[in-house]
C-alpha cells in the first residue's frame, strides 16, 4: 500500500494517513463496548471508555464537522482529504464540510473490529441476503414464526401497553411486547402521535431529515478500464473513488451540497462505485455479469421545478458520462440498471424519507431514538437508535436486552 499512496499521492500524506489510522483505531478500540450497550452522553463515554489523552478529541470528533477533524493531520492533496470525508463523513448523512455532526458520521463508519476489516466494512460472502438469511435460521431454530407478505397496519395500544398488531388483512396478533425495526417515523405513524407525550414528538420531529443518497446498482458485461490505472492491480477490488479535479475538489463538494439543499441536481456528485463480484464471484449471473454499483452523494429528496420521474433517467445517464470520464466506455458495458433515488428507497423498502440511516448518524449515543418507548412494551430495534445502522446489528442486540431486562428474562446466548 505504502508504494502505491507515494507514487499517486506523498510522503506527507503517507504519514498523515498513518497518523489518521492509528487514532481512530485507538478510539475504535476504547469505545468498541459501548456499541453492545445502553448508551450514555457523549460526556460520560469519554469519561468511563476513552483513554485520557484522547478523550478532549474523541468529544470534538463528535461534535464537529469532519472537516475539522481531517484537518488535524495537514494531508498535502485535497483528493486524499476529501476522500476520507466523502466515504464516511458524509455518507448517508445530510451535510457537509462544516456540518456539526459529520465527525460523528465520520466514527461510526469506522467502527468494524472484524479481522482484517481496519475499521472499514467488508462484504458479505453470497450478497446482502446472506445476513436475513442467517438471522431467519437462527429465529426459526429458536422456535420462532416468521410470516412474509404481512403488512401491519397498527400497533395495537391500550392503558398505554402494547397489546399486539393489526395487519392490512385484518388479522391480529397480540403479544406481550412489540418490538419494531422500522424507522421511527413508520413506527410512530403505526401507533399514531397521539400515543406519546408531546416532548417526545417534539423531539422525534427535530431528527427528520431528507434522506439525499442515490444507488445505481448495475449489471456490467465486463470491468472498466481506468485511464490512470489500465494496468490490473486490484483496483476493482476497493471502493473507487470519483471526484472532481484535485485543485476544485473541496470547493466543488460545497457546491454540490448547495445544489441539493436548493433541490437541483449536483452537476457532479460525489460517487463510490463499487463492484462487489471481484470480492465475491458468486453474486455474478449466469452471463457472468458483474454485480457493481454507484453509491451517489448527495441528491435532493424533492427537485425543484421538476420531477424524479421526469429526471432519473437522464441523471444516470450523467452519471455513466462521468464515470466515462474515469474509464472510457464504462456506459457500453452497462447491461442493466435499477435505481434508488431517495423517493425511491422509501416506496421499495418503507424508509421514511428514503434516509437509509433512519435517523442523522450527527445524533450519536444518548441522543439517538431510545430502545424502549413511551407505551409499555414498545420497543425500537431500528438503525436510529444507538449506535446506529450500516448492518452491525448493534441495534437489535441491544434492544433485544433492553426488552429481556425489562421481562426479567435471560438471554439465550450468555
Known amino acids: 500500500m505504502k508504494a502505491q499512496f507515494l507514487k499517486f499521492f506523498s510522503t506527507q500524506d503517507w504519514q498523515a ?29 469519554a469519561d468511563k471508555f476513552v ?35 466523502v466515504t464516511d463523513g458524509f455518507s448517508g448523512l445530510n451535510g457537509s464540510w462544516q456540518t456539526p455532526g459529520t465527525g460523528m458520521n465520520f466514527l461510526m463508519h469506522n467502527m468494524c473490529r472484524l479481522p482484517g476489516a481496519d475499521g472499514t466494512w467488508m462484504v458479505v460472502e453470497g450478497g446482502m441476503g446472506t445476513v436475513t438469511k442467517r438471522l431467519a435460521d437462527a429465529a426459526h431454530q429458536a422456535g420462532a414464526v416468521i410470516k412474509t407478505n404481512s403488512q ?13 398488531i393489526r395487519l392490512t388483512s385484518g388479522e391480529e396478533i397480540r403479544a406481550k411486547a412489540v418490538m419494531v425495526n422500522a424507522d421511527p417515523f413508520a413506527l410512530r405513524s403505526l401507533t399514531g402521535a397521539e400515543a406519546f407525550p408531546q416532548a417526545f414528538n417534539n423531539r422525534l420531529d427535530n431528527m427528520k431529515r431528507d434522506g439525499t443518497t442515490m444507488k445505481v446498482n448495475m449489471a456490467l458485461r465486463d470491468l472498466p478500464r481506468f485511464t490512470c490505472l489500465p494496468e490490473q492491480q486490484g483496483q476493482h477490488h476497493t471502493t473507487i473513488h470519483l471526484l472532481p479535479d484535485e485543485g476544485d475538489v473541496e470547493q466543488a463538494i460545497t457546491d454540490c451540497f448547495a445544489d441539493v439543499q436548493n433541490g437541483r441536481l449536483p452537476e457532479f456528485p460525489t460517487i463510490e462505485w463499487y463492484i462487489h463480484t471481484t ?29 424524479w420521474e421526469a429526471e432519473e433517467s437522464k441523471y444516470v445517464q450523467h452519471l455513466l458520462s462521468i464515470c466515462d470520464r474515469f474509464a472510457p466506455g464504462t456506459s457500453d458495458l452497462v447491461v442493466d440498471t435499477f435505481t434508488l433515488t431517495p423517493p425511491k428507497i422509501e416506496s421499495h423498502f418503507g424508509i421514511s424519507r428514503g434516509h437509509i440511516h433512519h ?9 439517538r431514538f ?32 433492553q426488552l429481556l431486562h425489562d421481562f426479567e428474562l435471560q438471554p439465550r446466548w450468555l
Open 152 to 164: 401491519a397496519e397498527q400497533i395495537l395500544i391500550q392503558d398505554n401497553t402494547a397489546r399486539g
Open 279 to 307: 470480492v465475491d464471484p458468486s453474486l455474478q449471473d449466469k452471463a457472468g455479469n458483474h454485480n457493481s454499483a454507484l453509491f451517489v452523494q448527495w441528491v435532493p429528496y424533492t427537485l425543484k421545478g421538476t420531477t
Open 51 to 85: 483513554r485520557t489523552r484522547l478523550q478532549q478529541t474523541f468529544v470534538d470528533l463528535c461534535e464537529q464537522p469532519v472537516a475539522a477533524y481531517l484537518d488535524r493531520f495537514n494531508f498535502k492533496s485535497p483528493l486524499l482529504k476529501s476522500m476520507y470525508a
Open 370 to 401: 431510545p430502545y424502549s418507548l413511551p407505551v409499555e412494551g414498545l420497543y425500537s430495534a431500528s438503525a436510529g437508535t444507538h449506535p446506529g445502522g450500516s448492518v452491525v446489528g448493534c441495534a437489535g442486540h441491544n434492544a433485544a436486552v
Open 17 to 45: 494517513s498513518r497518523e489518521l489510522q492509528t487514532e481512530i483505531e485507538a478510539i475504535r478500540d476504547d469505545i468498541a463496548p459501548t456499541w453492545l450497550q445502553q448508551p450514555l452522553s457523549l460526556q460520560q463515554t
Open 359 to 367: 435517523i442523522d448518524n450527527a445524533f450519536g449515543f444518548d441522543q
